[in-house]
C-alpha cells in the first residue's frame, strides 16, 4: 500500500453515526486507493476502453441509483429532508449524464454509442442491491445503502485531486467529485445519515452498518469491473 493511501486512510474521522460507519469500511475504502483503476487516473495510464467501459456501465447505475435516492427521499420523516433528496435524485441524472456524454466526447467517442452498451455482472448486481434495501428497508436502511457511492466518490475526488492528473480527461472527472459544490452535496446527505442514526433501534441498525459495508465493497467492485472489462460468462 502506497504511502497517500495509508495517510488518506488514517485521516481523522468524522464524528457521529457516520463516522462509525466510515471506521468499519477503512479497508475497504484503502483498497479503493490502492487499485490499478485509481491509480490509472492519476498516472494517466489507465486505458481508454477502460474509462470508457466505467463511463457506459455508469450511466447505467446511475439512473437506477437515482430512483433509489428519490424513494429514499419519499420515506424520509421530515419534510427538509425530502426536500434534499428528492433534489439530489432530480439534478443527478441529468448532470451525470452531461458528465458522462462530455467525458465519451473528450475520449474522441461518440456518446450516442453509450445507449448500446449493456449493464455488466456487477453494474445489474450492485444496482438491484441498493435498490432491494431501499425498498425492503426504513428510511435509515435505504440511506445507509445509498450512502457509500456519494460519499466514497467525493473522498476519491479529494485524495486524487491532491495529485492531479496528466490526462486532462481524467483530470476532468477528478475535479468534477473534487469541487465544492459536490461536497456541498456529500456533506447534506451525511448529515442526514447522522440525524438518522441517532437512537436507531439495535435490528435496524445492524442492518443499515452492513448496507453501507456492502456498498463500500461494491464501489471497489464496480472500478475493478471496469479495469477487466467484464463481460457476462455466458
Same mark, same amino acid.
Given at each position: ?43 494517466? &495510464?489507465? *486505458?481508454?476502453?477502460?474509462?470508457? #467501459?466505467?463511463?457506459?456501465?455508469? &450511466? =447505467? #447505475? ?14 424520509? *420523516? ?6 434534499? @433528496?428528492?433534489? =439530489? ?5 441529468? $448532470?451525470?449524464?452531461?458528465? =458522462?456524454? $462530455? ?7 461518440? /456518446? ?13 448486481? #450492485?444496482?438491484?442491491?441498493? @435498490? ?10 435505504? @440511506? ?16 486524487? =485531486?491532491?495529485?492531479?492528473? /496528466? ?12 469541487? /465544492? ?19 436507531? *433501534? ?10 453501507? $459495508?456492502?456498498?463500500?465493497? #461494491? ?16
Amino acid at each position: 500500500m502506497t504511502s497517500a493511501v495509508v495517510n488518506a486512510v488514517q485521516a481523522p474521522a468524522r464524528k457521529g453515526w457516520t463516522g462509525q460507519l466510515w471506521t468499519e469500511i477503512a479497508g475497504t475504502y484503502a483498497a479503493i486507493l490502492d487499485h490499478p483503476f485509481i491509480q490509472g487516473l492519476t498516472s494517466g &495510464d489507465l *486505458p481508454r476502453e477502460a474509462f470508457f #467501459y466505467y463511463i457506459s456501465q455508469d &450511466d =447505467h #447505475y446511475v439512473h437506477e441509483f437515482v430512483r433509489a435516492v428519490g424513494l429514499v427521499g419519499v420515506r424520509a *420523516p421530515a419534510a427538509d429532508a425530502a426536500r434534499v @433528496l428528492t433534489r =439530489h435524485a432530480a439534478n443527478g441524472l441529468a $448532470a451525470e449524464a452531461t458528465l =458522462h456524454h $462530455a467525458l465519451v466526447t473528450d475520449l474522441g467517442g461518440d /456518446p450516442a454509442a453509450l445507449a448500446g452498451v449493456q449493464p455488466g455482472p456487477t453494474t445489474q448486481a #450492485y444496482t438491484s442491491y441498493v @435498490l432491494a434495501s431501499v425498498f425492503r428497508g426504513g428510511y435509515a436502511e435505504g @440511506l445507509a445503502a445509498v450512502l457509500p457511492c456519494i460519499w466514497i466518490y467525493g473522498e476519491v475526488g479529494r485524495h486524487l =485531486h491532491e495529485q492531479g492528473s /496528466p490526462n486532462p480527461v481524467y483530470h476532468r472527472w477528478i475535479d468534477t467529485y473534487a469541487g /465544492p459544490e459536490y461536497a456541498g452535496e456529500v456533506a447534506e446527505v451525511l448529515d442526514l445519515a447522522d440525524q438518522a442514526g441517532r437512537d436507531l *433501534p439495535a435490528e435496524q441498525e445492524e442492518r443499515a452498518r452492513a448496507h453501507f $459495508a456492502a456498498g463500500a465493497r #461494491y464501489e471497489w467492485m464496480f472500478w475493478d469491473a471496469a479495469w477487466r472489462r467484464e463481460s457476462w460468462p455466458v
